[in-house]
């Protein structure tokens, strides 16, 4: 692990030096460029930048536009806004499958004080949702970048969900393939499968079982649309699996999870948001309360193991 950066940090590096390698990337903003690390582009290219202020519904409309001429529009926004912005994600990108990527920044409850109203813990299930819709969750900087370059490779819709706070880097060296989960650390008792910032408290939480005795594998599931049905298939057929989401367990990686689980049998619990909205707070003091720190994510499956 090297010193931490935000995923929204490598995200913003990542468009600059994309931009410099194809003039077809323009990057549209809804007025928080200095927020979402989209400044960098709008420095370095200001022709292929868009600041379309606090209009997210037009953002989208004027990406949608930009698609149909053969540029490869980025958009970038709060993760808690896609609401906002909803019915021109749907009907004017993926109904007819336009070539839109959405980055949007700031999920979860790690957003901290700026609250509930804030705080994107749904996000993920309303992209799910979408026909054609690809979803991507990088666990970290250097994870975003090649995230990035994948979205801006392929065609069609693709959201990325990113952070805020700062987390070290896992991925370093490892490939990214999209639908294709990296394993970052094997055990035979159970299986944590997870994404995004939660990979760090995971990988904390298996050190921990890991002194209890109890062998964690833990699985970055950096694309959770398309999933990885296969990896989940092989280690459901041999421990039980949870997993483990800054997000609602309604409607995210656990439910794509518990799909194919209902589908080819195994056990699974989902770590998450219960039914519930974040609060304001310090992002550690919330990760505690909703039982996502290592610690509280340890307990939680050495008690389902009793």
Known sequence: MSEKKATRVGYGEALV???????????????????????????????????????????????????????????????????????????????????????FTHAGITVGEDGATHQAIEDIAIMRALPGMTILCPCDAEETGRA?????????????????????????????????????REGGDVALITCGLMVEACMNAAELLEKKGIHATVVNMHTIKPLDEALVRELAVKMPLYTVEEHSIIGGLGDAVAAVVAEHGGRLHKIGLNDCFGQSGKPAELLDFYGLTPEKIAARIESTLK
């Open 17 to 103: 030096a994309l931009g410099a390698e194809n003039d077809k990337v323009v990057v549209l903003d809804a007025d928080l460029s200095c927020s979402t690390m989209t400044n960098g582009f709008a420095k370095a290219y200001p022709d292929r930048f868009f600041d379309c202020g606090i209009a997210e519904a037009n953002m989208v409309t004027m990406a949608a536009g930009l698609s149909s001429t053969g540029l490869i529009p980025f958009c970038s926004t709060f993760a808690v806004f896609a609401s906002r912005c909803y019915e021109q994600i749907r009907n004017g990108v993926c109904y007819p499958k336009l070539n839109v990527k959405f980055a």
């Open 148 to 184: 990035v370059r994948a979205a801006a490779a392929m065609e069609g819709p693709v959201y990325l969900r990113l952070a805020r706070l700062a987390t070290p880097v896992f991925s370093a060296g490892m490939p990214f393939e999209v639908g294709k989960a990296n394993i970052l």
